[in-house]
């Protein structure tokens, strides 16, 4: 008797995996008919009150619950259905962003109500790169470029190292960055842009259009925000963040699934995609450097 129940318990998991599996490749169950109107009359009345009271509200219509549900269990297939071009079955990649970043500062705001200060790590400085007689000219010029990378990070966190501020310009900057980075403005629009080149271009070989990157960016970055929410609410707002593994790890199964790859493909994919985020990043902070020496050149020969 013991073995039989164990064995229907057993074929019931196998039932039940299998239609998963079903429904995270296709989104839905095929023998499953459909739920419209099937309790139309029999909650005809009860319903009048809030039917229709949802709808035109992003986060808890239909589109939302099935975009949120689909992010955690298939995100890889979803990415390509909705570039595939099932648009309403979903929300768009952009509103889904808003929402989720949007959400997340909100909940950040609420656990996190002081901002985070760092300390001002040793050998950074806010001013120009000093000019240094000893050693060779190789290491000189080592030194400076290591000054150039710590004026231009410095300059986009001047928020966390209060230390740095010297001025009343860099004091309005410091203002700005934490205003922008309390409400997950540079989450939105930085990442977003950074994770959306470094795709383009590690992804270049399958030819896609520009916004098949953007909404596949837009969605994985959706994911990101979900699991840095459930760090807020699991430290109780000691921490927002995520490991870079997990991250990684969130990429190679979107890849997998996104683009029917191999695993070993997925983790190559994943691999370019950080590199290519790390060069982009870095061309950005080269840049803003560059416009700092610049300016402080030109301010100490006026």
């Given amino acids: 008797m013991g073995r039989a129940v164990r064995k229907r318990r057993e074929h019931s998991l196998q039932v039940r995996w299998r239609a998963f599996t079903i429904w995270r490749n296709l989104g839905f169950l095929p023998w499953r008919k459909p739920r419209e109107n099937q309790l139309a009359e029999k909650n005809k009345n009860a319903g009048d009150f809030y039917k229709g009271a949802f709808d035109s509200i992003p986060f808890l219509n239909d589109d939302a619950k099935r975009t949120f ?172 963040s995520i490991s870079i593994l997990l991250m990684f790890l969130l990429l190679v199964v979107d890849y997998h699934q996104w683009l029917a790859v191999s695993w070993k493909k997925g983790v190559r994919l994943a691999v370019s995609t950080g590199i290519f985020y790390a060069l982009v990043y870095g061309v950005l902070i080269l840049l803003i450097s560059a416009v700092v020496v610049l300016l402080a050149f030109f301010k100490a020969n006026v």
């Fill in 69 to 240: 549900q689909h992010l955690l269990l298939r995100p890889g297939y979803m990415i390509r259905d909705y570039i595939g071009g099932e648009h309403n079955r979903y929300l768009a990649p952009l509103t889904s962003l808003i929402i989720f970043y949007a959400f997340f500062a909100l909940v950040s705001a609420v656990l996190q109500p002081v901002q985070h200060r760092e300390k001002l790590p040793e050998g950074f400085k806010i001013e120009a790169a000093p000019d240094s007689s000893d050693g060779g000219q190789g290491a000189r010029i080592l030194q400076s470029m290591t000054q150039i990378v710590h004026q231009g990070y410095l300059y986009l966190h001047l928020d966390q190292y209060p230390e740095a501020v010297k001025n009343q310009r860099q004091s309005s900057l410091a203002a700005l960055e934490g205003t922008l980075r309390s409400q997950g403005i540079p989450l939105f629009i930085g990442e977003f842009l950074f994770l959306w080149l470094a795709m383009s271009l590690a992804l270049r070989r399958y030819k896609m259009g520009a916004s098949a990157y953007a909404a596949a960016a837009a969605y994985v970055l959706c994911q990101f925000s979900f699991f840095m929410l459930f760090a807020v609410l699991l430290t109780w707002g000691k921490s927002s």
